[in-house]
């Protein structure tokens, strides 16, 4: 349970990272929508990582947060796509 808690708050930075990261045209969503991004992000890096064969480290396990990073990058241009804001307004 504290794990998935501590996932969800890393959510929040990711999916911040996940805005960054999402080219400039494609991530012009409101900040609560790029929040539940990064959540989303960081369960699905969480998942893939585990599919991938990751398993627990003593440490950070960096590719787990890469993976959930370019999930929330992907996430915040399918948002984006989806509500009509893929492109800047004037």
Known sequence: MGEIIGTIIFGLIIGLLGKWV???NK?????????ICGIGGA??????????GGTDTPGIDWWRWVISVLAAAVLVMV????????KPRV
Do not use: C, E, M, V
Request: aromatic residues 14%; without cysteine; charged residues 10%.
């Open 22 to 24: 999402a080219p400039k």
């Open 27 to 35: 991530d012009n969503i409101p900040i609560w929508l790029t929040l």
């Open 43 to 52: 369960l699905i890096g969480y998942w893939l990582w585990g599919a991938l």
């Open 79 to 86: 948002a984006a796509t989806i509500t009509g804001r893929s």
